[in-house]
């Protein structure tokens, strides 16, 4: 069974970097061929797909949000990490990491999600 546990702080300042880690066991993050996502649901709004890093440690990333976003991963402790940089208050969001089963990103196709951490950004 993996589990995926999402980890950082709930609350960020504007114009600073958000930054989470998700924390994988029951499966190496380095398996071929699944995809590690980032997603976030703001206030009342739809799942949105930030962008994920591979098997392979390949990074994708939503167009919309490709120029603040970093995706990055430490294999030995089968952890990946998202940055988000000048955050505003509309960042603020329930994010959740995902395990990706085919890297199709835009139809969402995970069997394993993280129980998602909430994150503000406020002053």
């Known amino acids: 069974q993996v589990q995926l546990q999402e980890s950082g702080p709930g609350l960020v300042k504007p114009s600073q970097t958000l930054s989470l880690t998700c924390t994988v066991s029951g499966g190496s993050i380095t398996t071929n061929y699944y995809y590690w996502s980032w997603i976030r649901q703001p206030p009342g709004k739809g799942l949105e797909w930030m962008g994920a890093?591979?098997?392979?440690?390949?990074?994708y990333y939503s167009p919309s949000l490709k120029s603040r976003t970093s995706i990055s991963r430490d294999t030995s402790k089968n952890q990946f990490t998202l940055q988000l940089s000048s955050v505003t208050p509309e960042d603020t969001a329930v994010y959740y990491c995902?395990?990706?089963?085919?890297?199709?990103?835009?139809?969402?196709?995970?069997?394993?999600w993280g129980q998602g951490t909430q994150v503000t950004v406020s002053s």
């Open positions: 890093i591979a098997y392979s440690g390949s990074t």
């Open positions: 995902a395990r990706d089963t085919s890297g199709d990103f835009l139809n969402m196709p995970y069997d394993y």
